[in-house]
């Protein structure tokens, strides 16, 4: 299982990005798809979660309202689109996966999201 994640880059607070997670391996049904994140000196938290079968979401509190987790079921790709970007969305976000029952066994690589005052 391979997980490709992409989108990042340097915005102004208020702006947009689009991450994307590729995923190839095996197919994805019975599992659920995540995106981390981990700011300088934090802890690492799950920002969404999205379970493949019936794109059931998840979302952490601070970023309701703000961003969207979807999949892309042809391209198998999980995508988390964030709006109303804050200077404390700065991070490296993560991709991952597990199954339903499981913990998050597979994960790809970081990509830098940086949002400037």
């Known amino acids: 299982v391979q997980l490709q994640a992409s989108g990042g880059g340097l915005v102004q607070a208020g702006g947009s990005l689009r991450l994307s997670c590729a995923a190839s391996?095996?197919?994805?049904?019975?599992?659920?798809m995540g995106w981390f994140r981990q700011a300088p000196g934090k802890e690492r938290e799950i920002v969404a979660a999205?379970?493949?079968?019936?794109?059931?979401?998840y979302y952490v509190d601070s970023v309701k309202d703000r961003f969207t987790i979807s999949r892309d079921n042809a391209k198998n790709t999980v995508y988390l689109q964030m709006n109303s970007l804050k200077p404390e969305d700065t991070a490296v976000y993560y991709c991952a996966a597990r199954k339903v029952e499981g913990q998050y066994d597979y994960w790809g690589q970081g990509t830098q999201v940086t949002v400037s005052s």
């Open positions: 999205i379970r493949w079968s019936d794109s059931n979401t």
């Open positions: 391996g095996r197919t994805f049904r019975g599992y659920v």
